[in-house]
């Protein structure tokens, strides 16, 4: 079956330290791949799109690599802050036809000053 | 309006009580999805919207759930006979629905609904 994994165990790093977030996925080949947000009690917020033919992309402090050999997506918070403490999401389009985002569980970032 | 709107903000039912949780998407924007996130775990996706018509009805959890959408607009996820595991956050987001995939889906900050 179609899977995605996120480490579900939190993430603690030192503010100013860059944080490294990771992505797999399983028995699928998809066009594209999102990252989100998501404050407690929020709705996810989103950060990046990556398509299978870009390797990197990066957007300020953020950089998300997509490795399609690996299957895996890793997701990097540069020179991090307290305020990026938060839970991130990866999602794929599970059968590409841009109807079925699916998020895996997400991972819990905690940037200590 | 600005963004995606859901109501009721939190809503607190009975067991075995029908509940309607609304989502308001962004103008303009043709796709609709609904997601259930329980507590301390990850979006569940539940329904798709491309204007009015849901392709894949396969998420939904039990024929205690339906959704519809009118005018390509405003969504309306009923939930009948309500459970106690049917407690979660009932997450809206719409797209523009363009081809090529989902593209950036924007979400409303969700339902919270207690099944006692």
């Known amino acids: 079956s179609q899977k995605i994994e996120q480490n579900s165990e939190a993430l603690n790093i030192q503010e100013g330290k860059t944080a490294t977030l990771t992505c797999n996925y399983t028995?699928?080949?998809?066009?594209?791949l999102q990252w989100y947000r998501q404050d407690p009690g929020r709705g996810p917020v989103f950060l990046l799109l990556i398509r299978e033919n870009e390797k990197e992309k990066r957007k300020e402090r953020l950089k998300v690599t997509f490795d399609t050999t690996l299957k895996q997506s890793l997701f990097h918070i540069t020179a991090s802050q307290p305020a990026d403490s938060a839970t991130y999401l990866c999602a794929l389009d599970m059968n590409n036809a841009g109807n079925m985002l699916t998020f895996g569980g997400g991972t819990r970032l905690m940037v200590k000053p | 309006g600005a963004g995606v709107s859901q109501s009721p903000s939190n809503k607190v039912t009975e067991k075995g009580k029908d509940v309607e949780l609304r989502c308001d998407p962004i103008s303009g924007h043709t796709a609709l999805y609904w997601y259930r996130q329980s507590l301390g775990q990850g979006l569940e996706f539940l329904i798709y919207f491309q204007g009015n018509s849901a392709p894949d009805k396969s998420g939904l959890p039990s024929d205690r759930f339906s959704a519809e959408r009118t005018g390509g607009s405003v969504s309306t996820l009923t939930i009948q006979r309500t459970q106690q595991e049917d407690s979660a956050v009932y997450l809206c987001a719409s797209s523009l629905g363009l081809g090529g995939g989902a593209g950036e889906l924007f979400f409303g900050e969700g339902s919270r609904l207690t099944v006692l």
């Open positions: 028995n699928y080949s998809p066009a594209y």
